[in-house]
């Protein structure tokens, strides 16, 4: 009976270490993706003063989702804002030349668009980056 029970527990523990590989391993899933551009006051027209930047999420299957934002301007500013798919803002600032931004942010998965709003003036004069990747924690 005892040999039973060995065999019954060594076949559970068996299944168990095999879901947890399977999940580890197999299930979940790996993203990424980016947007990046230049700002140049020479080609600005006021009609295209608000850019917009999207990014479609369509993996959820990871715990974080790391947003690495970056803006480095040679001259003038800008605004920016940052939605999620749902069209809540999850961060917005303004960048000037002397205070250029390097921001990461830590979210829940979301599939669906994601937009990055820009807006712009004459003088702005830089580039961005937007990217996304999957991660824990």
Known sequence: MSKKLLLLFGSLTFIVLLGILYYTFMY???????????????????????????????????????????????????????????????????VTATQPLNKQLNMTPQKGVWRAKYYTNKDTDGKYILIFKSGDK
Not at 43 to 60: D, G, L, S
Not at 76 to 94: C, F, H, Q, V
């Open 28 to 94: 979940k899933e790996t993203f990424e993706s980016s947007a990046e551009g230049l700002f140049l006051p020479e080609q600005y027209e006021e009609k295209y003063r608000v850019f917009e930047a999207t990014i479609e999420v369509n993996k959820i299957k990871y715990e974080k989702l790391h947003i690495d934002h970056r803006i480095d301007l040679k001259g003038g500013s800008l605004a920016y804002e940052l939605y999620d798919p749902k069209g809540n803002i999850i961060d917005r600032g303004e």
